[in-house]
C-alpha cells in the first residue's frame, strides 16, 4: 500500500507535521490492544473476547490490516489450545463447548504428523508472551524434533505445570522472563539457550535438596543477564556470585528448608539491589542473609515468616537497621509467643527498632505483639521519626489499645505526607472534644479502626 500522508489544516498558513496511514493504524491497533494490558485491571471474559475479536475483525478487512492485527492477536497466549486449533484434525475438538471434556479428547489423540506440525506452528513465532495452565495435550509435540524452537520470538514463559521432556520446545532465544513450578533437571538449558534471561522465578521448595540446590545453583551461575530472581534457598557460592552481577536488582527467596551454615567466602556489596522479599518457615536464614550481606542500596525489604517468636525479632531488626538507606519495610507472621512474659519492660519492641529508618515511606507489621508498649508517647516520637511515612499498618491479634484519639491527633501533625493509618486505637475513651481540638490532615485517605472496639460509632465519627 502507498504511504498515503494526511495533513491536518487548522490555519491557512499553518499545517500539521503529516500522519502516515501505517502509524494511524498503530494507533488504532494500539487502542484496542490497551484492552488486552496484563497490567491493567482484571478483564472479563467477554472484555477479552471483544478485544480478540476486534484484531480478527481487524485482519480481515484487508491486506495491510493482517499482519499488525494477527501479531497482536497471537501475541498473548493462555496454553497452546489456539494453536492446536490451526491444525484440522484438531479443530472440532478444540472448538467444543465444554472445556472438561476437550481435555479428556486431548488424552486419547496421536501426536501430530509431520504435516499437522507445520498447521500447528503457522501462527507460533506471533506469540510474545505464553501462560501454561494444562499439560494433557504435551504427548501431542513428541513428534517434534529436538532441535525445535515452537516459539522464535517469545519474550515471556510462564507454567505451573512441571514440562519434563518439554521444556527445550520453549525456550526461545528472546526469551526475558521464565516462571516454573520446581526445579527442573534440565533448568541449566534455561540460560544457555536463552542468553537474554532477565527474570527467573521458581517458587517451590527443594524437592530433593542436595540435588536440585546443585541444579539451581549451577544454572544461576550461568545467568549473566538477571535484573530479578525468585527461588528457594541459595548457598555461600551462589550469594558471592550474585553479589558480583550488577543487573540485579530484586531477589526473593522462598522457603528455608537448607541452612546457610558457616561463611566461608567473601563476598562484595550487592551494589544495585533495592528489592529483597523472604517467604520463609522460620527467620533464621533471613537473619544470617542480612547480618552478613551488604545492600547499600536496598529500599524495600519484605518477609512472611510461618513463625516469628520474639527471640527473633531482635536480631532481625538489629540486623535490618544496617540499611538505613530501606524506606518500605515489610514484616508478616500468623505466630508467635503465646505469652506476654517480660516483653512489657522491654525497650527493644519492633516500633521502637525501627526508629531508626529515617527514611521510611511503608511500614507494615503484622504479627502477634507488633504493638507491644505502643501508646501515645511511643506514637508521637515514631511519627517525629518519620517524617516521610505514607503508609503505617500495625496488625496485632493480641493488642490491647492504649492510643488515644488525643495522641493520635497530636502524632498526626508530624507527618503531613501520611496517607494510610491502620493501627489498634482506644475508640471506647474518647479522650477529645471535637469542637475544641479541630484538626485538618490533607493527604489522610484511609484511617482504619476495623481492630478497636467501638462503643459510640457516632461519636467516633465526629
Known amino acids: 500500500m502507498a504511504c498515503t500522508r494526511l495533513f491536518l489544516l487548522t490555519e491557512p498558513t499553518l499545517m500539521h507535521r503529516a500522519l502516515l496511514v501505517s502509524e494511524i493504524l498503530l494507533e488504532v491497533f494500539m487502542h484496542v490492544n490497551k484492552v488486552l494490558d496484563p497490567y491493567a485491571s482484571i478483564l472479563s471474559y467477554r472484555e477479552i473476547s471483544l478485544a480478540r475479536k476486534s484484531f480478527a475483525a481487524l485482519a480481515r478487512t484487508c491486506k495491510p490490516f493482517y499482519e499488525p492485527a494477527m501479531d497482536l492477536l497471537w501475541a498473548e497466549l493462555d496454553g497452546i489450545e489456539p ?109 544457555i539457550c536463552c542468553a537474554a534471561l532477565e527474570d527467573l522465578s521458581i517458587k517451590s521448595s527443594f524437592e530433593n535438596t542436595a540435588a536440585d540446590g546443585r541444579v539451581l545453583y549451577d544454572s544461576i551461575r550461568l545467568c549473566q543477564r538477571l535484573v530479578t530472581l525468585a527461588c528457594p534457598p541459595l548457598d555461600w557460592t551462589t550469594w558471592e556470585y550474585l553479589s558480583n552481577l550488577p543487573t540485579l536488582l530484586t531477589l526473593e527467596i522462598w522457603d528455608d528448608r537448607c541452612s546457610l551454615g558457616s561463611r566461608n567466602v567473601n563476598l562484595a556489596p550487592f551494589l544495585n539491589v533495592t528489592r529483597l522479599y523472604f517467604y520463609t518457615r522460620r527467620a533464621a536464614y533471613t537473619i544470617t542473609v542480612m547480618q552478613h550481606l551488604e545492600f547499600p542500596s536496598l529500599n524495600q525489604f519484605e518477609m512472611d515468616v510461618f513463625n516469628l517468636p520474639w527471640a527473633d525479632i531482635e536480631p532481625l531488626f538489629h540486623a535490618l537497621s544496617q540499611h538505613k538507606t530501606l524506606s518500605h519495610i515489610t514484616i508478616s507472621s500468623e505466630r508467635g509467643d503465646r505469652e506476654l512474659q517480660d516483653l512489657l519492660g522491654s525497650s527493644s519492641t519492633p516500633i521502637r527498632q525501627s526508629l531508626c529508618f529515617m527514611q521510611l515511606r511503608t511500614l507494615r507489621f503484622k504479627f502477634p505483639y507488633c504493638c507491644i508498649n505502643l501508646d501515645d508517647d511511643l506514637l508521637l516520637e515514631a511519627m517525629s521519626s518519620w517524617p516521610h511515612i505514607r503508609m503505617l499498618q500495625f496488625i496485632d491479634p493480641r493488642a490491647i489499645p492504649t492510643v488515644t484519639f488525643h495522641g493520635l491527633f497530636t502524632a498526626l501533625h508530624q507527618c503531613p505526607r501520611l496517607h494510610t493509618l491502620d493501627i489498634p486505637l482506644d475508640a471506647v475513651n474518647i479522650n477529645i472534644d471535637p469542637t475544641a481540638e479541630l484538626f485538618l490532615h490533607t493527604s489522610l485517605r484511609n484511617l482504619n479502626l476495623t481492630s478497636s472496639a467501638l462503643s459510640d460509632a457516632e461519636a467516633v465519627a465526629r
Do not use: W
Open 83 to 191: 494453536l492446536l486449533g490451526c491444525v484440522t484434525r484438531l479443530h472440532p475438538i478444540v472448538y467444543r463447548r465444554g472445556r472438561a471434556s476437550r481435555h479428556l479428547c486431548f488424552e486419547v489423540i496421536e501426536p501430530l504428523s509431520e504435516h499437522e506440525v507445520t498447521q500447528f506452528l503457522h501462527h507460533a513465532p506471533r506469540v510474545r508472551s505464553l501462560r501454561i495452565l494444562h499439560d494433557d495435550y504435551f504427548h501431542l509435540l513428541s513428534a517434534l524434533p529436538i532441535e525445535t524452537c515452537m516459539f522464535p520470538r517469545l519474550l515471556s514463559l510462564s507454567t505451573d505445570r512441571n514440562l519434563t521432556r518439554y521444556l527445550h520446545l520453549f525456550l526461545s532465544p528472546m526469551l526475558r522472563c521464565c516462571t516454573l513450578p520446581v526445579v527442573h533437571p534440565d533448568l541449566k538449558s534455561v540460560p
